[in-house]
């Protein structure tokens, strides 16, 4: 059987956009011009929350690109889960320790290799 976790099947198909509760999430491939332009710098990958989108650089190998797509989708999740407690008040200083955390151990956020 096929799963993520085996180590011999090819790399995921990339979806065009995923389901979330509340709303479907749009992946796009972009140039790095075009991630330069939405990121301000050359960056992997990108969740960008103000329309709810995912980038995702063109130029990465399909591995790598399945891998960037989990770790956006991670920063989509958290920003849906502050969202939800905004709207019940609460989480403020959870929130921050979590986003501390993630750049201190996120391999897409550390510096590119030239
Ligand atoms: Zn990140």
Redesign the pocket.
């Known amino acids: 059987m096929n799963t993520a976790l085996d180590s011999t099947s090819k790399p995921l198909k990339l979806p065009r956009s995923i389901p979330f509760p509340g709303a479907r999430v749009p992946v796009r491939l972009v140039t790095d011009a075009k991630m330069i332009e939405v990121a301000g710098e050359l960056v992997d990958?990108l969740?960008q929350s103000a329309n709810q989108t995912i980038y995702l650089r063109k130029a990465m190998s399909p591995e790598d690109r399945e891998e960037a797509l989990y770790?956006?989708m991670?920063?989509a999740v958290t920003d849906m889960e502050w969202a939800a407690r905004v709207r019940r008040g609460q989480g403020l200083l959870e929130r921050v320790k979590e986003v501390e955390a993630?750049?201190s151990t996120?391999p897409?956020?550390m510096p590119k290799e030239t």
């Open positions: 990958g969740w770790h956006e991670h920063h993630c750049s996120s897409v956020l």
